[in-house]
């Protein structure tokens, strides 16, 4: 049962680090698909039961290794994502404010 863990942890491990990689160069549709895989990869690693009493301290550090390198990933597509939606939201304020100014001119080039 540890290699099949150990295997899907390394599978969501390059995952992650593919997802570091896309939101970097700032490919949001691909983070969004290979999000999408890491689900999927993660869903057959929870169906899995782990860890088991018999795995030994060794075992158990390996997957904590991967798992904390998972976790750094994480932290880090966060702040790049963080930082995207924080220029789009602004790039949709603007919107806003731009329709409103147009709509307030139309509405008194009527009169």
């Not at 939201?89 to 603007?94: D, E, K, P, T, Y």
């Amino acid at each position: 049962m540890f290699d099949k863990v150990l295997a899907q942890l390394q599978l969501m491990l390059l995952s992650s680090k593919k997802m570091l990689s896309l939101a970097e160069n700032e490919d949001w549709d691909g983070l969004i698909a290979e999000d999408l895989h890491r689900s999927q990869l993660q869903a057959a690693l929870e169906a899995l039961c782990w860890p088991e009493a018999g795995w030994s301290l060794d075992q158990r550090m390996r997957c904590r290794q991967i798992l904390e390198q998972i976790l750094t990933c994480n932290v880090e597509i966060e702040r790049h994502a963080g930082e995207w939606h924080d220029e789009l939201r602004s790039i949709l304020a603007q919107a806003r404010i731009s329709t409103r100014v147009s709509s307030a001119y139309a509405d008194n080039s009527g009169s």
